[in-house]
């Protein structure tokens, strides 16, 4: 088996086939875990189970994509295929496809969260990770009462969910500034730190006698009747199977399959900083701000953001400076004394909110696991088990029809 991809969800695909008996090869263009998987906030999400694709979601986007420091910023350029992108989405954008992408969101997302408490255990992943709930956190009444009402729906998902008043709030946690209007606690929610959970992935496969290749670059591939010879920087390899697993990149590889996968970069921000003396006790959403705060023994990392720009490498101070602002507006102590590092990453976004997981059409050969948008770090672990059982023969955990790549043919 070769894996294109040593992000989170690459790994996670070529650990459980490892431990399913198959020997696997990782071929990744720079350092495992360094790109998409390494600066996000390393949330750990069933309440993340509602699509970004939401009702009443165009009208907001189009309120925000025009302003530069906005949650979603869309920058004035032609690009035919981000339109037809968009349109695609905002056609979800309603109850019925709202509800069929939050069930099989949630899915994945459940699974992901108890098998990622088994992973740890078995192998030994060292990466800060607790279950101690993730907190929605509002200083707009308005805004409050409306996420009280979609607790409902997440409710009926079994996902569980508390209120609490925003002065009680401010009592319990010192971190936050007055004025909370209230939050809303996901108690099944965890977190963990990104680039050592997929540093411990490595190591895992690794121990089991998977092979990983840094700093080579998938140029092509072509599938034949004995498997697939695949083309890199380092020379030729020969796999019987292949996964496509290279995040907001597939779409290249995808297409050498036949499949146009119609994933769109959607550039994330994120700032690290040493631990302050007063932080919160555990991750939180600053919601009217759509901006997360996640804190390690190690650190305090503030991130979140969406913009459509392509695969624009610039670090948007316009974008940083909002995640700043958010954090001061909340917070008693938004920053540590130093600031570790400043990042952008890419997140793979389909207009469905789903990913693809399964086999790539028309090919025997070739398999697809892409398309996680904002949770690749949340559904790896279930993303990874659900490719291992279809390429291996084994009945599935769960239903993997909502995520066949051939949806998109």
Same mark, same amino acid.
């Given at each position: 088996?070769?894996?294109?991809?040593?992000?989170?969800?690459?790994?996670?695909?070529?650990?459980?086939?490892?431990?399913?008996?198959?020997?696997?090869?990782?071929?990744?263009?720079?350092?495992?875990?360094?790109?998409?998987?390494?600066?996000?906030?390393?949330?750990?999400?069933?309440?993340?189970?509602?699509?970004?694709?939401?009702?009443?979601?165009?009208?907001?986007?189009?309120?925000?994509?025009?302003?530069?420091?906005?949650?979603?910023?869309?920058?004035?350029?032609?690009?035919?295929?981000?339109?037809?992108?968009?349109?695609?989405?905002?056609?979800?954008?309603?109850?019925?496809?709202?509800?069929?992408?939050?069930?099989?969101?949630?899915?994945?997302?459940?699974?992901?969260?108890?098998?990622?408490?088994?992973?740890?255990?078995?192998?030994?992943?060292?990466?800060?990770?607790?279950?101690?709930?993730?907190?929605?956190?509002?200083?707009?009444? =308005?805004?409050?009462? &409306?996420?009280?009402?979609?607790?409902? !729906? #997440?409710? +009926?998902? @079994?996902?569980?969910? *508390?209120?609490?008043?925003?002065?009680?709030?401010?009592?319990?946690?010192?971190?936050?500034?007055?004025?909370?209007?209230?939050?809303?606690?996901?108690?099944?929610?965890?977190?963990? =730190?990104?680039?050592? &959970?997929?540093?411990?992935?490595?190591? !895992? #496969?690794? +121990?089991? @006698?998977?092979?990983? *290749?840094?700093?080579?670059?998938?140029?092509?591939?072509?599938?034949?009747?004995?498997?697939?010879?695949?083309?890199?920087?380092?020379?030729?390899?020969?796999?019987?199977?292949?996964?496509?697993?290279?995040?907001?990149?597939?779409?290249?590889?995808? !297409?050498?399959?036949?499949?146009?996968?119609?994933?769109?970069?959607?550039?994330?921000?994120?700032?690290?900083?040493?631990?302050?003396?007063?932080?919160?006790?555990?991750?939180?959403?600053?919601?009217?701000?759509?901006?997360?705060?996640?804190?390690?023994?190690?650190?305090?990392?503030?991130?979140?953001?969406?913009?459509?720009?392509?695969?624009?490498?610039?670090?948007?101070?316009?974008r940083l400076a909002a995640l700043e602002r958010a954090a001061a507006e909340y917070l008693r102590e938004p920053a540590g004394s130093q600031v570790q590092e400043r990042w952008y990453g890419w997140r793979p976004m389909t207009w469905d909110d789903l990913p693809a997981l399964g086999r790539a059409p028309r090919r025997n050969h070739v398999w697809i696991a892409a398309g996680h948008g904002m949770l690749g770090i949340s559904m790896s672990s279930a993303s990874g088990q659900l490719m291992a059982d279809l390429m291996t023969g084994r009945d599935p955990a769960i239903d993997p029809h909502p995520y066949r790549p051939e949806r998109f043919a």
């Amino acid at each position: 088996m070769l894996v294109i991809g040593g992000g989170a969800i690459g790994l996670a695909c070529a650990l459980a086939l490892a431990d399913a008996g198959r020997g696997v090869r990782v071929v990744e263009a720079e350092r495992v875990g360094a790109a998409t998987s390494h600066g996000n906030c390393g949330t750990i999400t069933p309440s993340h189970a509602p699509p970004l694709a939401a009702p009443g979601m165009p009208w907001q986007a189009l309120r925000w994509m025009f302003t530069p420091d906005a949650p979603l910023y869309v920058p004035p350029r032609l690009d035919p295929a981000l339109w037809r992108w968009f349109l695609r989405f905002a056609g979800r954008c309603n109850p019925r496809d709202w509800l069929h992408s939050t069930q099989a969101r949630a899915a994945l997302l459940n699974d992901s969260s108890q098998r990622l408490r088994s992973w740890i255990d078995r192998y030994d992943l060292a990466c800060e990770y607790r279950q101690d709930g993730l907190d929605y956190v509002f200083r707009d009444e =308005r805004n409050f009462r &409306y996420y009280l009402r979609e607790c409902e !729906a #997440l409710e +009926a998902l @079994g996902v569980r969910t *508390e209120a609490i008043d925003g002065a009680a709030y401010v009592a319990d946690d010192p971190s936050f500034r007055d004025g909370l209007a209230g939050a809303i606690r996901f108690p099944g929610d965890g977190h963990l =730190r990104p680039d050592s &959970y997929t540093a411990g992935l490595a190591a !895992a #496969l690794r +121990a089991r @006698g998977g092979v990983i *290749e840094e700093q080579t670059c998938v140029e092509g591939f072509e599938e034949d009747g004995q498997g697939v010879r695949v083309t890199t920087s380092a020379g030729a390899r020969r796999a019987r199977e292949v996964i496509v697993a290279t995040g907001p990149w597939s779409p290249r590889l995808a !297409a050498a399959a036949g499949l146009r996968l119609p994933v769109q970069p959607g550039k994330g921000y994120s700032i690290t900083y040493s631990r302050p003396t007063l932080a919160p006790r555990r991750p939180v959403v600053l919601k009217d701000r759509w901006v997360f705060v996640t804190p390690w023994d190690s650190g305090l990392r503030v991130g979140s953001t969406m913009e459509f720009s392509g695969y624009d490498t610039r670090l948007n101070a316009t974008r940083l400076a909002a995640l700043e602002r958010a954090a001061a507006e909340y917070l008693r102590e938004p920053a540590g004394s130093q600031v570790q590092e400043r990042w952008y990453g890419w997140r793979p976004m389909t207009w469905d909110d789903l990913p693809a997981l399964g086999r790539a059409p028309r090919r025997n050969h070739v398999w697809i696991a892409a398309g996680h948008g904002m949770l690749g770090i949340s559904m790896s672990s279930a993303s990874g088990q659900l490719m291992a059982d279809l390429m291996t023969g084994r009945d599935p955990a769960i239903d993997p029809h909502p995520y066949r790549p051939e949806r998109f043919a």
